[in-house]
């Protein structure tokens, strides 16, 4: 089985805006430090798909908690990487509690996927890994907030992302997201196919299309990370996907460069 390259529950993420030539130039530093994730090996630009079908209630409660900065905030998503029913679904739960991201996750066979997205607590056999608690304690959660809220599916988000990770420990990750794209996804379907998405980023071939840096720490702000902020003059920012996706059906009319205005919050 492939390693598991996501970091601890509790994390820092530092996000950044930033034109394609510069992630090249920022990806060549990296590499001095961190391998390439194994899931992007041998893809084209090292990266991998990722899809996500973002949950929120009828009033959009969720979206706006973001788009407002509540410094105490979650979001509720189904992540998923293609459609092979062999590959695991994954719920999960992103909570920002001020500065720090906390992550909860469950995997669940695809074949259970519609039974747990309209409600239904997984049996054991249903889950990627039956005996981890804190997997079981995720989905419980999971489900116990999409309640609260009345929470069903509105936003297939996706994206490619060239990925890098410390095969020591699980501490550093740092990520370039590129061509995000979003579409209304009212049917519940965990599918990859998108008709006619709205692209908010574009696909990363230009040198100035915009990618997403995220820079994405456990425990100690590496050395190394400050090295590079300081050689390529970053400029923190926010770049809530679900966010921007969402600004399109939340009740404004934006364009592509209004929506990037957005991302800071």
Partial sequence: MAQDHTLMASRFELKYLIPNSLALRIRDFVRQYLDLDEYGVGLPNDSYPVHSLYLDSDDWQLFWRTFNGDKNRYKLRIRYYNENEKT????????????????????IRR???????????????????????????????????????GAVGKLHVAYEREAYVNDFNNEVRV??????????????????????????????????????????????????????????????SGAAKYQEGSLLYAGRDLAAADVIRYLTF
């Avoid at 039974?115 to 419980?140: F, S």
């Avoid at 599918?191 to 692209?199: A, Q, S």
């Fill in 111 to 149: 074949s259970s996927a519609a039974q747990v997205l309209n409600g239904q607590l997984p049996r054991r056999a249903e889950m990627a890994v039956p005996d981890d608690p804190t997997e079981l304690k995720a989905i419980q959660d999971f489900l116990q907030l999409q309640f609260a809220v």
């Fill in 88 to 107: 695991p679904v994954f719920w999960e739960i992103k909570r920002r509690m001020k500065d720090v991201i906390i992550k909860q996750r469950c995997g």
């Fill in 175 to 236: 990520t370039f997201d590129r061509h995000v794209r979003a579409v209304t996804r009212f049917d519940q379907a965990l599918i990859t196919r998108m008709e006619k998405p709205f692209v908010c980023t574009p696909p990363g071939n230009a040198s100035n299309d915009l990618v997403i840096l995220e820079l994405k720490f456990s425990d100690r702000f590496p050395d190394w990370y400050r090295d590079l902020v300081q050689t390529f003059n970053l400029r923190q």
